[in-house]
C-alpha cells in the first residue's frame, strides 16, 4: 500500500560533510542539528560513529539532544561499525536508526570487496540481524545500487527485508543514473518485493549529482514508488554533492499540480535559514544563481520581467519567496539598543542561548555598534555564528597594522599571544611582514610569527549586511601541512583584519583537532 508520505532523509551532517573543508565541530554540528529539527527534517543521518572520537561523540550528543527527528548513524557491516553506531544513536530510544552499507555492484564487488554475490548477500543479512539487536529501525543500502544488476538487487531487498530492514535505500552512489532508468529500476524493485507494496518496508533515494542528475533521479523515483528521499541543505556532499533538500521539498510542494497527493513534513519557512547556517557552518558558499536559496533566486533584473512582476507576481515569480523564508528584516539595532533588546531579537532569529553566552554576545555587539550605524539581523547572525565556530585559542590577534597604497609595499605589523601550557599562562610575539597585498602581508607575518607555512587554498569575502561601513566576512580554506582543508572565518569591518582573524581561526581549529601545540619559542 503506498502512501503519499515523503519522509526528508537529511544527511548534511554526514555525506553533506564529506564534501573536502566542510567538516564541522561538535557545535556547529549542533547547531546544524536543532535547525534540522525546526526545519522539521523526519530524519537526521548526525554521522559516521566508527569513524572518529569525534563522530561519536557528536551522534551521541545529537541524539541526546534533539527532539523530534529519528537520528541516524550510518555503519559499514561490520560488527565493530554498527555497534558503535547503535551506541551512539541509543539516547534517542526508539528514535533512534541504524544504517548500514555493502557494495553490491559487480565494479565493487571484484575491485573492492573481493566478494562474491552469496557472500554479499550473507553479510547483508548478518549486518541487518546485527542493527536490530540494538534498534528497530534499520536501514540498508546496497552501496552503487543503480549500478548493480537489477536481478540481484531484488535478492538483496529481499534478503534484508526480511532480516528486519525497514527502510531499502537504492543509492546512485556515483551519479551514474538518468531519471527514466532511475524510475524504471524503482518501480521493478516496488513491484518485486512484496514488503514494498504492502508498506512493512519503504523504499528511500539517494542521489549524488555528478551529472547534475540528482534531484531530477529523486523526483523520479517519487513517482514510482519511492517514499523516502535522502537529501542534504544546499545540495552539499561527496564530489558534486547530493540532491538538495530545498529543490525536492519546493518542486514537489510548487508543482503539487503533477505531485498531487505528495507531502512532506517540512517547514519550508526555514529554508533559507538553513541554507545560510549550513553554508557558514561548513564554509561552503551558496552560489548567487543556486535554485531557492541563491541571492539572486528571486531577484528580477531585466525591465520587462519587473515590469510583469508588479502587474502580478506570478507573471514571473512560481513561488512566493516568503514561502521559503525570504523576507523582510526587522528593523536595524543601534549603539543604543540595550542588552534586553538584543536577547528578544536572538530569540526572535530562533538562537537558545545562555546567560554568559548573550553577556559575551552583547560586548561584541557594542564593539560593532560603535563601528557602524546600524546592525542588522545579519551582523547578529555572523557574531553568534562566531561564537559556535570559536575554537580554543591558541594564537590570538591583538594588533594589526598595515601600510599599502599603488607605490608602497605592503607592510603589515601584529602583535599575536600563544596561550601557554599552563593555564593562565600567555606568551606575547611581534613582527612585521610584506607581501603581494595587504592581505599577504598579514598572512605572511602570522605565518612567521607562528613558524607555520599554511597554504592558502580558497578565499571568499562576503558583506554581511549593507552599506559601506557593512561588516565583511571573510572564510578561508587552508592546508597546515598533512594535506587536510581546515575552515576558517573571521568578521569585521577591516577586511584586512576580518582576513587575519579567519586565518588564525582556521591555524586553531587545525592546532585544536589535532591537539598538537606548534612550536613556542620566539623566532
Ligand atoms: O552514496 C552512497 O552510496 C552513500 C551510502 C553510504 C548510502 O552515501
Ligand atoms: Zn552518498
Not at 513517482?223 to 525536492?248: F, K, S, W
Not at 587554498?457 to 565583511?472: F, H, I, N, Q, T
Amino acid at each position: 500500500m503506498k502512501s503519499n508520505r515523503i519522509i526528508i532523509f537529511d544527511t548534511t551532517l554526514r555525506d553533506g560533510e564529506q564534501c573536502p573543508g566542510a567538516s564541522m565541530n561538535l557545535r556547529e554540528k549542533l547547531e546544524v542539528a536543532r535547525q534540522l529539527a525546526r526545519l522539521k527534517v523526519d530524519v537526521i543521518e548526525a554521522g559516521f560513529p566508527v569513524i572518529s572520537d569525534g563522530d561519536f561523540e557528536a551522534v551521541h550528543t545529537i541524539a541526546k539532544e534533539i527532539k523530534g527527528p529519528i537520528i541516524c548513524g550510518l555503519a559499514r557491516c561490520v560488527t565493530k561499525d554498527i555497534d558503535a553506531a547503535g551506541a551512539a544513536v541509543k539516547p534517542a530510544g526508539k528514535k533512534g536508526r541504524i544504517h548500514v552499507f555493502l557494495a553490491t555492484s559487480k565494479i565493487h564487488r571484484e575491485f573492492k570487496l573481493g566478494k562474491a554475490q552469496d557472500a554479499i548477500l550473507r553479510l547483508a543479512v548478518e549486518g541487518v540481524k546485527r542493527a536490530k539487536s540494538w534498534v528497530h529501525d534499520v536501514e540498508f543500502s546496497p552501496e552503487d545500487a543503480s549500478r548493480t544488476e537489477p536481478e540481484f538487487l531484488i535478492e538483496v531487498c529481499k534478503a534484508v527485508v526480511k532480516a528486519g530492514a525497514t527502510v531499502v535505500n537504492i543509492p546512485d552512489t556515483v551519479g551514474w543514473a538518468v531519471p527514466e532508468q532511475y524510475g524504471a529500476l524503482i518501480k521493478r524493485l516496488f513491484d518485486s518485493v512484496p514488503e514494498f507494496k504492502s508498506g512493512k518496508a519503504i523504499i528511500s533515494v539517494h542521489c549524488h549529482n555528478d551529472l547534475g542528475l540528482a534531484v531530477a533521479n529523486s523526483l523520479a523515483a517519487i513517482h514510482n514508488g519511492a517514499r523516502q528521499v535522502e537529501c542534504t541543505v544546499n545540495g552539499i556532499g561527496e564530489r558534486a554533492g547530493n540532491a538538495a533538500l530545498e529543490e525536492i521539498v519546493m518542486a514537489t510542494q510548487t508543482r503539487s499540480d503533477f505531485y498531487s497527493g505528495f507531502s512532506c513534513g517540512v517547514n519550508s519557512k526555514e529554508i533559507v535559514k538553513s541554507s545560510r547556517l549550513v553554508s557558514r557552518m561548513s564554509g561552503l558558499i551558496v552560489q548567487r544563481s543556486k535554485a531557492i536559496v541563491g541571492e539572486n533566486a528571486f531577484a528580477h533584473s531585466s525591465g520587462i520581467h519587473q515590469d510583469g512582476i508588479l502587474k502580478k507576481r506570478e507573471t514571473y515569480e512560481i513561488m512566493d519567496p516568503q514561502k521559503v523564508g525570504w523576507g523582510k528584516t526587522e528593523l536595524p539595532l543601534t549603539k543604543h539598543s540595550g542588552r534586553a533588546a538584543v536577547a528578544v531579537r536572538l530569540k526572535h532569529l530562533g538562537f537558545k542561548m545562555t546567560e554568559a553566552d548573550v553577556n559575551a554576545l552583547f560586548a561584541k555587539f557594542k564593539e560593532i555598534g560603535d563601528k557602524k550605524k546600524f546592525v542588522y539581523d545579519e551582523d547578529l547572525v555572523t557574531l553568534v555564528e562566531g561564537q559556535i565556530t570559536e575554537v580554543p585559542e591558541t594564537w590570538t590577534l591583538h594588533y594589526l597594522s598595515v601600510t599599502t597604497g599603488t607605490n608602497v609595499v605592503p607592510t603589515a605589523t601584529v602583535r599575536l599571544t600563544k596561550a601557554g601550557v599552563k593555564k593562565g599562562e600567555v606568551e606575547t610575539f611581534e613582527d612585521a611582514g610584506i607581501g603581494d597585498g595587504p592581505v599577504d602581508a598579514a598572512l605572511k607575518a602570522i605565518d612567521r610569527l607562528t613558524r607555520t607555512r599554511g597554504k592558502l587554498r580558497d578565499y571568499s569575502l562576503r558583506s554581511v549586511s549593507e552599506g559601506k561601513d557593512a561588516l565583511g566576512e571573510v572564510t578561508v580554506k587552508a592546508d597546515f601541512g598533512n594535506g587536510q582543508l581546515v575552515t576558517g572565518k573571521g568578521a569585521s569591518t577591516d577586511i584586512i583584519e576580518a582576513s587575519a582573524r579567519a586565518y588564525l581561526n582556521a591555524m586553531n581549529r587545525f592546532l585544536c583537532d589535532r591537539k598538537r601545540a606548534l612550536p613556542a619559542e620566539q623566532p
